[in-house]
Every structure is written in structure tokens, then in C-alpha cells.
């Protein structure tokens, strides 16, 4: 998969992108990512890429030409099919199905806006303008290196076990069951018996009602989209109404002290 980042700050990348993962991913020739400075396509001696907002108001506007040639460039650099990804906080919210969705395209290039944001027009480059999640940073470039983690890891060789990505979170539209290691027994706490005996099927049974338990406690939000059978949306649903009565005991307590 070949990934082009645009950015006014390409330094950012490197680090992140240079190490784990990603760097095995790239030496292995499985992600191929370039990033470019956006001043490579502004003009003038100051090379400038942002501009005061028309009708005022605080903060630079990152201005459209620089992102139009660049686009332009950066797309007839390769022949192919290529998805433009805007960052911002106003885009759909990014999320694990978006990521794999992405990981199947051959490209991708991201553009990452600063300052104020983008000017209005830079958006009819994009087909798909995405958030991480409702807050604002200050730029694009670690919006920009979530999505290009989240969908690199996807890419088929990039983890050593390709059954990595198959059971963990929101892959199953549930929250991942709880792992243990060495030592079995750490102070007080046990290692579940049930992942000592050796006994797949039971493992894999216990894991399935850990992660429905789990995801009932911390994101029921979720139930509704996860493929359950009848009797775990049952278990799931007793669950949700037991930790509902849990926080109302807890915040009865709260209210007598
Ligand atoms: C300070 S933000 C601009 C926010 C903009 N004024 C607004 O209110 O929507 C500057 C840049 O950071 C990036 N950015 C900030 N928060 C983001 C988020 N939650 N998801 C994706 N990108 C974000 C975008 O590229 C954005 O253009």
C-alpha cells in the first residue's frame, strides 16, 4: 500500500513512522509512505501556505492552491486508483471499520491542515474527511499518523500473526477479551484456571463471554452493531442492567455522604 502524507510539517514523521510496526512494514515493502512538505508547491520567497480569513476573525486559513497543485503532483506521480483522506475535527469519526476499509485501497494521501484549518474549497479534493475523535489539536500530522497506524497494521504481514487483527477490539463490533502472561500467580491474583487447562474450545468460550461481558460493563454502546446470539444478547443485557444498578447504588452512596 503506498501512502502520501501532506503536510507543513513532514519532520513530525519520521520518528513514528521509522519505528516498530511501521518501520518493519516499510523494510519488508509493505507500506509505502512518503511525506511532503506543502511548501514544496507554495510560491514565493517565504513559500507561504496560510493566509488571514476573508470577513476577519482570529488565526490563518491554510490557503487552497498549494493543496490543489500538491494533490494534483502527488497523484500523477503513480497511475492507480488513490483516496484522498482530509483530517479534521469536523470529518466522520474514524474508527476500526474505516481502517479496514482504508487498509484495502492501494492508495491513500492524507492531508493534514493546521492553524485555523482548511479553506472551505480544499474540501472537494477529499473523499473522505475524518476525526479522531472529538477534540481539536493544534495540527493534522497526529490525526494524520493515527489513521496511518490504525490502517497499516491491517495490511496483511505487517503484524507476525495474522490472527492478531482477527479477534481484538471492535473487529467482532466487541470490546477484546482480557489477556494474562507469566506468572501465574502475581500476589493475590490468579491467572483464570481456564487458560492453564490446555483446553481450546473452553479457552475460546470463556473469551467470547469475557469480551460480551466486558464490552457490557465499558461500551454497551456497542451491543447493538455486535453479532450476538440469542442467549448472549441475553447474558449481554443482563450485564448492562446490572452495571446500571451498580453506578445508581454508587451514586446513592455519593449522595448520603
Ligand atoms: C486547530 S485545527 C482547526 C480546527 C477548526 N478551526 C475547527 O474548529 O474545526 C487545525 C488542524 O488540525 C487537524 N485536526 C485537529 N483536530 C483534529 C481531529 N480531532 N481530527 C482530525 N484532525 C484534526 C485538522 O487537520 C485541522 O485542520
Redesign the pocket.
Known sequence: MRVDVITIFPDVFEPILGSSMLGIARDKGLLDVHVHDLRDWAEGVHRQTDDTPYGGGP?MV?KPEPFFRAVADVKAAVPGECTVV??????TRFDQRIAEDLAARERVIV????????DERIRSLADLQ???????????EL?ALVVVDAVSRLIPGVLGHEDSTAEESFTWGLLEYPHYTRPAVYGDISVPDVLLSGDHARIAAWRRRRAIERTARLRPDLLADADLTPDEREFASEVVQETEAGRRAGEGDTTDE
Do not use: A, H, N
Open positions: 488565526g491554510m482530509l483530517m479534521t475535527p469536523q470529518g492531508l493534514c491542515g493546521r492553524y485555523e484549518g482548511f475524518l476525526s479522531i475523535g472529538d477534540f481539536v489539536l493544534t495540527g493534522g490525526p
